[in-house]
């Protein structure tokens, strides 16, 4: 497997680099961002996995994200993927909540998605090896975090692998797309009717079908557009609450959608993790 | 003067805001990013203004500078102007270091500049009103800071209003645009081929022709592309050096001409300023 490096640049003592490679899960190239902190030469580094949300690519949060500075006095590997396969060749959709920068982390099964929009196994199975293989990453200590539609990936792929992700966090995550608009879109647009296989993409539904995460930290700002329809963070809290697991739910006064918001916390959650890992 | 709000957002307990005027100046719209950091009822707080450089609007360090942490701690209002007048009847030129996003800090005199191409107006007199109408600034307390261009604005707006700016500090900035292409063609262009008006707008020459500056800090990136030809900072160097100025000029091994370099130092430049104000 080839990796093309598309950037590197010397960042707070690190190496905030921009790569490309060939999927065999979309069949696209699909680029990424990967910040490597100082550190020994041999050393092997824990691991952040962040998954964006919709409309972004790798570049939102490498730009307005403002987690360097904390990976690099934590020593803290950061990835940041796309959200889905690219290009003239892939189906797409006018909506922006559909098709490409909507990839929602799960494998489609309906045409014309389901040969290329396999976001789930390109982030839990192929992307890794990538990274093992080309980064000193420590797949021992590994946390995974999101905003958003990437909140909800962080939380439903970190819930299925809890041996492999030692902490879960996400900003203004959607912890149930079962149950708002955005995900019953997609859901639906991407795996069909069968409320039976949306289960796994909704993380108060795997709970409820008894997933577990050592750790669970989830941060939503209370001025934030989408909290009532879409987000709805007391679903989670009350489903953590029925399955004994401890989250800590910090409401954010104030705070709305953006990277604005993000970027106030992003240290205090990079610390967060670090302390698990 | 009406100023519009186009956006505001909570972020590190303060507000990013954007903000539209007309501008008599320029004769167009004019934007513009103010951070009010957290602050008491009825405070008047110390003001940082940062210039951008070549092809930037107010949003590239908005985005990418990593100033409101360090804001909100120390108490710093963060001003972040547009570099040109822009618009479909303003006079442009295709190439990327001449016309919109390239004013160079001077009120140009030739045709068709000269109507509208006034940001050294604009930034010395015009917005520091507005500023001072609509923000809770201190305006016996400010400094100024900026990016490659910017730089070279803020040397020599800082260098010819010393009573105002008790501090100066860039990233690799144009030290002498009179001894560089970028400069050159910038100058010719705007103001005409007379050596004497160029003076007022090259840091090194001000400084020969008796300009100070009470505290001047320059970092500088041993990787910039542009570092041998354009950003020359071994010239502003001697020309401190000549003039009993105290110049601190970190040169930063490896580092580029990005906000990746930028947001690396950021923090730093703003305790600098913070300690003078």
Redesign the interface.
């Given at each position: 497997m080839t990796l093309e490096t598309l950037s590197a640049?010397?960042?707070?003592?690190g190496v905030?680099g921009v790569y490309r490679h060939k999927s065999a899960q979309t069949k696209t190239d699909m680029t990424f961002a990967v910040f490597v902190p100082p550190h020994d030469p041999g050393a092997k580094l824990p691991v952040i996995w962040y998954l964006s949300g919709l409309t972004c690519t790798h570049a939102n949060v490498m730009?307005?994200g403002?987690y360097?500075?904390a990976c690099a006095k934590l020593g803290l590997i950061f990835i940041a993927p796309d959200t889905s396969p690219r290009g003239n060749d892939v189906p797409d959709d006018d909506a922006y909540d559909f098709g490409q920068g909507a990839g929602f982390y799960v494998d489609a099964l309906r045409h014309p998605w389901a040969a290329q929009y396999r976001m789930r196994s390109y982030i839990e199975d192929e992307l890794p090896e990538i990274i093992a293989a080309h980064f000193p990453a420590d797949r021992s200590r590994q946390a995974i975090m999101g905003h958003s539609m990437g909140g909800h990936g962080a939380l439903t792929i970190g819930m299925r692998n809890p041996d492999r992700y030692k902490s879960i966090s996400a900003f203004s995550p959607i912890v149930s797309p079962i149950q708002c608009p955005w995900g019953q879109k997609a859901l639906t647009g991407y795996l069909g009717d069968d409320p039976a296989i949306w289960r796994q993409y909704d993380a108060c539904a795997l709970i409820k079908d008894g997933a577990r995460t050592p750790a669970l930290l989830v941060d939503q700002?209370t001025?934030d557009n989408f909290l009532h329809d879409q987000l709805q963070p007391a679903l989670l809290d009350a489903a953590c609450r029925d399955a004994g697991i401890d989250l800590t739910l910090n409401m954010r006064d104030?705070?709305?959608h953006?990277?604005?918001?993000i970027?106030?916390f992003m240290?205090e959650h990079l610390r967060w993790h670090a302390a698990r890992l």
């Open positions: 640049n010397l960042s707070f003592g905030q730009e307005k403002e360097r500075r700002g001025a104030g705070y709305d953006s990277y604005f918001f970027s106030t240290a």
